[in-house]
């Protein structure tokens, strides 16, 4: 089956055939990871530029490593050292960036929409979706299926705990979408002012009373990043409080199924989301995600390349 | 001056609940005779049959971005936008730069609207200097250059006792407060209606209650006060709600809806529109239908379009960051007659929200058709099929979240003062 998306966007405008697709591909890939020499010819001659317009360091790190390993000539660009600080916008830029005919822009960007706004301008190269606000960051999700796939076998079934700061997180949304759509189910469980109105409408999912109704028998537990830097605002009293209704911990994780796996999908605040101990247990498996990351995105790059097209023509 | 007569049309003036297949005279720019069979052999003939003559449409809640913001609009375009849409009254909103805090700008505006504008424009005063809600603008002067309400329109006057200063203030001079209801500590750096759509579009979101808390608090000012409000671009179905029962209760509260509150809900932002971008943010279904009720069964008083251009500039941009507003002059009729078309309200009522409904929430001296009366008038055909073109609109600014839609009814002559402003051949 041929890949049919120009555009990586979201998880939403994804099949469960495209899905199951890209991991397929990106189980493919993951091999070149492992060898001496890692990196294959499929992408040279091609241009991916990482437009990063929010701070990122694994997820750009991961896009560039990828697009290097498929011998892509990459180059990344930064909110701070574009055009942007000096009034150009977003268009212009892009548009900019497009006269010098690179073949994917990878972005990532603070307005929920910012890719979509893209690639309705562009009209050659290829937009995947870095991250774009509170909105969809498509290629986490598919790393987080694809090492839950990885450790359990399917995906079909699962019950899977998402928990922590759900209304501003893109991590929540594009995986209630992609677990959804694969056949597991979702509980989301966070304090209630960070628990947007009709989330569940978005797939399977079912929004728990607390931490405990969530992680009660999940094969899955995956803890949000709570974000420090909103401590000013109304949303919560303390960090102490939220470690204590919603972190996970060796007490509370007893809960989940025995074989359960803890993800995260980073940067961690020890002993706040996560305990120390949660977190560097037996159950963790999140430096799998990061690892799965590279190849993840490595598939999604081949594949809106169109060079699988090309070839199997 | 030219006399002029219409001849044949379904006259329908709501103000003096006249319905019926009439002739009207105009003579030296009044409303001379109305009545079957009239003659003139010096008057100009306007064949109107099979057409509806109407009062001239009023609009009370327009920005015409004059002084100051004239790259988005002018008193010019903007008053023309107004009559190519079958308005020849309209009230301009004072959030302008400088702002209209004091009669200098007031006769500034109606001054340029004398000279260069196309149908008759009634300024409203901010209630505050410089919309900053700490101090009273000179409410006494404003009413006397010619201000018939005062608003902080785009701003609400979040201080409470000031708002209670402003309406004790204001009710001697017989001026109206106009409320932009909003509780800004619950809107924060919402960008939407807040409801699924917005957790699905990852948008931060405006609750109802920022609408509804600000609104339940101005009505009881006015009951407190005495002072005649008026609620601006009512968008929640709670609002509607506390509305009827102020009403009820013989409050001094009138209001308007929007178009386009009316007519879209938030599932319009999808694909980050930024032309579905507005303040009060597009709701959802079942605020729309409380709206629809509202002005069928006379909560509503007015509907008033919320006319905003803006530059393609402001709205090219990324949904967080474009301006709010969208224009409005040229598709408020067809959208009410839609209204018609759909069995909401009856043509009667379509016609009262345009005309006596929106000058009587203001005190306007306009809205009908009486002999001896200012000769304002619309000619509408209720048949006329066109589809919207943002490119092709009058207004300098084509922010328009009803391009390319098909619409059933339009102004075809627009008379102010016996004077044909406008024409659609």
Redesign the interface.
């Known amino acids: 089956m041929a890949f049919q998306h120009k555009h990586i966007l979201g998880i939403e405008s994804l099949s469960r055939e495209d899905i199951e697709l890209i991991l397929n591909t990106g189980d493919a890939f993951k091999e070149i990871n492992g060898r001496d020499i890692k990196k294959v010819p499929t992408l040279r001659g091609k241009t991916i530029i990482n437009a990063f317009f929010e701070a990122s360091t694994r997820t750009r790190l991961s896009f560039e490593i990828a697009g290097k390993r498929l011998s892509a000539d990459t180059v990344n660009i930064s909110g701070s050292t574009s055009s942007v600080v000096k009034g150009e916008?977003?268009?212009d830029t892009a548009k900019n960036i497009e006269a010098m005919a690179p073949d994917i822009i990878v972005i990532r960007?603070g307005?929920?929409?910012?890719p979509?706004?893209l690639a309705e301008r562009l009209e050659t190269c290829s937009v995947v979706n870095a991250g774009?606000?509170?909105?969809?960051h498509p290629s986490q999700a598919l790393l987080d299926l694809m090492t839950m796939r990885e450790h359990k076998g399917r995906i079909e079934g699962l019950e899977v705990a998402i928990v922590g700061d759900i209304?501003h997180s893109?991590v929540a949304?594009s995986n209630i979408y992609a677990l959804s759509k694969m056949g597991a189910r979702v509980r989301l469980a966070g304090p209630g002012t960070m628990l947007?109105?009709?989330?569940e409408?978005?797939g399977n999912v079912e929004v728990c009373a607390n931490l405990l109704d969530a992680i009660k028998d999940a094969d899955v537990v995956m803890m949000l990043r709570i974000q420090l830097e909103r401590q000013s605002q109304t949303l919560l009293p303390s960090l102490r409080e939220y470690a204590r209704f919603y972190g996970l911990n060796t007490e509370n994780i007893k809960l989940a199924k025995e074989d359960a796996i803890v993800m995260h999908p980073g940067p961690m605040n020890r002993g706040v989301e996560i305990s120390t101990y949660v977190a560097d247990g037996i159950q963790n498996v999140i430096l799998d995600q990061v690892a799965n990351g590279v190849a993840v995105r490595m598939a999604l790059l081949y594949l809106v390349s169109g060079v699988e097209s090309m070839q199997t023509q | 001056m030219k006399a002029m007569l219409i001849r044949g049309g379904r006259v329908v003036d709501p103000s003096q609940n006249l319905d019926d297949i009439l002739d009207i005279l105009i003579q030296d720019g009044k409303v001379a005779k109305c009545g079957k069979q009239l003659k003139d052999s010096q008057a100009e003939i306007i064949d109107a049959k099979g057409k509806l003559v109407t009062p001239g449409l009023v609009d009370i809640h327009v920005h015409l971005r004059d002084p100051g913001l004239e790259y988005k609009e002018d008193i010019g375009s903007g008053t023309l936008s107004a009559v190519a849409g079958g308005f020849t009254s309209i009230a301009c909103m004072p959030n302008t730069k400088p702002v209209n805090d004091n009669h200098t700008i007031t006769r500034y505006i109606l001054e340029k609207a004398a000279k260069e504008g196309h149908c008759r424009v009634f300024p409203i005063a901010s209630i505050t200097k410089g919309l900053s809600g700490e101090s009273l603008s000179e409410l006494g002067e404003l009413r006397e250059a010619g201000c018939y309400g005062a608003s902080d329109d785009g701003k609400p006057v979040g201080n409470s006792e000031m708002m209670r200063r402003a309406m004790e203030y204001a009710r001697p001079f017989g001026m109206t407060i106009i409320s932009h209801a909003e509780d800004l500590s619950l809107v924060g750096s919402g960008v939407m209606n807040?409801?699924?759509?917005?957790?699905?579009?990852?948008?931060?979101?405006i609750p109802w209650v920022a609408e509804d808390a600000a609104t339940a608090r101005d009505i009881m000012l006015a009951e407190l006060t005495g002072c005649h409000l008026h609620v601006a671009h009512v968008s929640t179905k709670g609002s509607v709600e506390l509305i009827r029962q102020a009403k009820r209760r013989g409050a001094p509260v009138t209001c308007e809806a929007t178009p386009h509150h009316f007519t879209l809900t938030d599932e319009a932002v999808r694909?980050?529109n930024t032309n579905a971008k507005m303040n009060p943010p597009l709701r959802s279904e079942e605020d729309r239908l409380a709206i629809c009720q509202g002005l069928a069964d006379g909560t509503i008083d007015a509907i008033a379009t919320d006319h905003a251009p803006h530059h393609i500039?402001e709205k090219?941009?990324?949904?967080?960051?474009a301006m709010n507003g969208v224009v409005g002059l040229e598709t408020a009729l067809p959208l009410t007659l839609k209204l018609v078309q759909d069995r909401v309200i009856d043509l009667n009522r379509a016609i009262e929200l345009l005309t006596c409904g929106p000058s009587e929430a203001l005190g306007l001296p306009v809205g009908g058709l009486q002999v001896g009366g200012d000769a304002d008038l619309t000619i509408i055909d209720l048949d006329r099929k066109w589809t919207v073109a943002a490119s092709q609109l009058n207004s300098k600014s084509k922010n328009t979240p009803f391009d390319g839609w098909a619409m059933q009814g339009a102004a075809v002559c627009t008379i102010v003062a016996g004077e044909i402003v406008y024409k659609l051949d």
């Open positions: 916008t977003l268009e960007h307005h929920s929409g910012a979509h706004y774009d606000g509170a909105h969809e209304t893109r949304r947007p109105p009709g989330i409408r978005l | 807040e409801g699924p759509v917005s957790t699905e579009l990852g948008l931060k979101g694909g980050y500039d090219n941009v990324e949904f967080n960051i």
